[in-house]
């Protein structure tokens, strides 16, 4: 079984650029969570998406966005790139039999110079 | 949303147990308690989750009191392997809660 994978793994864009980074759900899950996390800090929930709709958003502003595909693979979409989005970007999935467990991917890396 | 607390860090040696203490005073009836441990530049990896009581699998205890305002995780006899950050979740899809990771605990095992 295949887990949740990511990419790219790392990436480097300068401010004002939009990224797209992309995150395959583990076989059998059909619930997507997006979270930041800064050097030091613990993950911080972006937003989820359950049935290609987006299903409750943590404190993030609106060039934060996402999509869900009918694979229930996901994206997450920021625009207008600031320097303090600099962090890790994590993707966690949840079985469609136990939704309040999250499985995480490895991370996307961005670095806003 | 239910925060938690936990300290931010612990120091222990090969072969020990470590119980490490999350508070979530704010726990929501739907709320689940899950622990996660995450090595650096790495994805958080999933340990245990429980609802009440005592869980156990292969490699944790979580132990929850009645009232659930808090919760233990116990590791037995930690390696050095085990030196991570640890984090306590506490949120319920049902319940659409935002779920707040914290700062969690460093863990620290010595030779």
């Known amino acids: 079984e295949t887990g949740v994978t990511q990419s790219p793994t790392h990436l480097i864009k300068t401010r004002g650029q939009q990224v797209t980074l992309r995150c395959s759900s583990q076989?059998?899950?059909?619930?997507v969570s997006w979270y930041q996390q800064a050097l030091g800090q613990g993950p911080q929930f972006i937003f989820q998406?359950?049935?290609?709709?987006?299903?409750g958003r943590g404190n993030f502003p609106p060039r934060f966005s996402g999509l869900q595909f009918p694979n229930y693979s996901s994206e997450l979409n920021v625009n207008a790139l600031e320097l303090d989005d600099s962090a890790l970007y994590l993707c966690?999935?949840?079985?469609?039999?136990?939704?309040?467990?999250?499985?995480f991917g490895p991370g996307t890396r961005l670095t806003v110079l | 949303l239910a925060k938690t607390t936990q300290p931010i860090s612990m120091d222990s040696y090969e072969g020990q147990e470590v119980n490490i203490t999350c508070s979530h005073n704010?726990?929501?009836?739907?709320?689940?308690i899950t622990w996660y441990q995450q090595f650096p530049s790495q994805g958080p990896r999933f340990i245990i989750q429980?609802?009440?009581t005592k869980v156990t699998n292969e490699v944790a205890s979580l132990f929850i009191p009645a009232d659930r305002k808090s919760s233990t995780l116990s590791l037995p006899r930690v390696s050095l392997s085990d030196t991570a950050v640890y984090y306590c979740?506490?949120?319920?899809?049902?319940?659409?809660?935002?779920?707040?990771f914290g700062s969690g605990t460093k863990l620290n095992v010595k030779p």
């Open positions: 966690a999935s949840s079985p469609r039999e136990n939704r309040d467990t999250q499985y």
């Open positions: 076989s059998g899950h059909n619930t």
């Open positions: 998406y359950y049935r290609e709709e987006e299903n």
């Open positions: 704010n726990i929501a009836t739907n709320d689940y």
């Open positions: 429980g609802y009440k």
């Open positions: 979740l506490v949120a319920g899809v049902y319940n659409f809660n935002k779920f707040y």
